[in-house]
């Protein structure tokens, strides 16, 4: 009760501050704000607290979009170009410049002043990845000239200077958390005061741009491998497990303010779901024969599908039951020419999603969706499945925004093995397997409700292990047997899998590898250029001579050298 009570208060803080301190600060039609506190009225600790949720919420928000688009999540949108506005970013961009930024720079005076050099370096940390996060999806973004009270309109940067400045500012955090400090932060959402685990996230968000970069830097590799070869990252010995995943935790309260999941809110109401999840990251966890019984291991299947996703009924039209014209149309629809191959419209055993693409009109199935499961959302585990669930029902959304776990880091690892000039696939291998084993771990120890699945499976002398560990043989075997692109589609695939919760980076490998090649296409046969990044937001266009809009979501950022679209990636 105390841990949740303390989440209420710093969330309750942290939402009022980022109201009070830097509301409409980076509106770029307004030179002063009289509704920010002035610097000599703040407190360094409360604004690290608002940091520290702004933050939170600015990953959840490019990481629900960058999964819809690699199919983690279910994307609505037929046309690429139509299916973001500029001003579907404008309450994003507006927490990063005035909400981070902002109350970063604040901070940071004030903490010089008081020798505060743990604020400040994870502010620095925030701020690296906040930034080259707008890169990621916008490309050339403002940053030297950002939140200066002499500029009213501040020039963007290239994205390739915005990185090189992310990586010095994490060099200069790491510098800051080995000193000592005159008073630390009052709460770090993040890592409680362990200044060692804030180090080592440092140096794993170091080899993230390395690796992001490594298309346009021919020295990334290199510096990646120097980082590995130290040690010091996120991951660097399994036997630590989760022990220095980066993430934020959420709470349970519902109102003043809600600080469940933001995936629970929408799936846990008093109408059922609000959102779908993907039929194709559900097919592919299921396994080629969409067996899901308890007592059968089947071919494939990944047991985190019962952890992921809650299934509200046992039955799918079309597949369990004949076609439903009322609550899943498609059913009656043969798939369109291009699917062949592909799963389509629903799955059997009631996992009821929706293709990538489908913007169809929403029928009377609230509490017949698939809901996000334990983990991350803190939903409800897939043992009593087939019942409705509203607010309330399984962890309350008490669960987690990933950001960086050390089950990806092994993905990471993986991928500078296979990039290497003489691709290495016998040590990338290791690190696939290590990365699937830390995922199962970390997902099957997620909160006490999955022992619940644990019991359950005992009751047929059976256990997640067994499970796990079928996957793995199947995998290692294709691994060994397949070509060198299977094995990039096997890397793709897992690190996707490990990745459920947070889609920026496997947006990010989508477009710098091109993997996997066997993605659901869109539902449309001819949705145009796939979204290599995305219009800038309306407010930062409109109210900013500096700022002109790109052409079209086909723009490709500095890292990404790969052929245009279409075409690339493959399954658009």
Known sequence: MKKINYIKI?????????????????????????????????????????????????????????????????????????????????????????????????????????????????????????????????GDVPYSEAVDDDILFPNPDSGADVYAAAITLLDEAIDNFSDTALAEPEHDLYYGGDWDKWIKLANTLKMKAYLTTRLVDSDALTKFGAILAGGDYIGADVS????????????????????????????????????????????????DDNDTAYNSLGNNFDPRTWVYFYRQTLETPGHDTGPDEQTLECSLIPPPQHYTGYAYC???????????????????????????????????????????????????????????????VQFMIAEYYMAQPTPDYANAKTYVMNGIELSMAKVFSFSPRVQQLHDFLANFNLSTDDYKNGLIANLDTAWDAGTDEDKWNIWARQYFVALFGNGIDAYNAYRRTGYPHDLQPNLEPNPGPFIRSFYYPANSVNNNPNMNQKPGVDTQVFWDTNPASPGFPQSN
């Not at 629900?64 to 170009?81: E, P, Q």
């Not at 995943?245 to 629970?264: A, E, K, L, M, V």
């Not at 109401?269 to 999840?277: K, L, R, W």
């Not at 991350?376 to 959304?397: L, M, S, Y």
């Open 10 to 138: 710093i969330l309750f803080l942290g939402l009022i501050l980022n109201y009070s301190c830097g509301k409409d600060a980076f509106n770029l039609d307004l030179t002063q704000n009289p509704n920010n506190l002035t610097e000599e009225q703040s407190d360094p600790d409360y604004l690290l607290n608002s940091i520290q949720v702004s933050f939170a919420g600015l990953v959840e928000s490019f990481g629900t979009t960058g999964a819809r688009l690699t199919r983690i999540y279910h994307f609505s949108g037929r046309d690429y170009d139509g299916a973001y506005s500029p001003q579907a970013f404008n309450g994003t961009w507006r927490t990063a410049y005035a909400g981070i930024l902002k109350d970063v720079k604040i901070m940071n005076k004030i903490g010089e002043d008081k020798g505060l050099k743990h604020h400040i370096a994870m502010g620095k940390v925030i701020t690296a990845y906040t930034m080259m996060t707008l890169v990621d999806f916008f």
């Open 240 to 287: 630590d497990g989760a022990a220095n995943d980066f993430q934020f935790r959420w709470g349970t309260n519902d109102i003043n303010p809600d600080s469940r999941h933001p995936r629970y809110r929408a799936a846990y109401t008093s109408t059922g779901g609000q959102t779908y999840q993907s039929n194709s990251f559900m097919d592919y966890m299921i396994g």
């Open 346 to 408: 629903a799955l059997p055993h009631g996992f009821w999603g929706r293709d990538h693409g489908n913007d169809n009109g929403i029928p009377p199935d609230g509490f017949l969706r698939t809901l996000f499961g334990v983990y991350p959302a803190g939903g409800e585990i897939d043992v009593f499945q087939g019942e409705g669930k509203e607010d309330g029902d399984g962890d309350g959304g008490n669960g987690i925004t990933p950001i960086m776990l050390a089950s990806w």
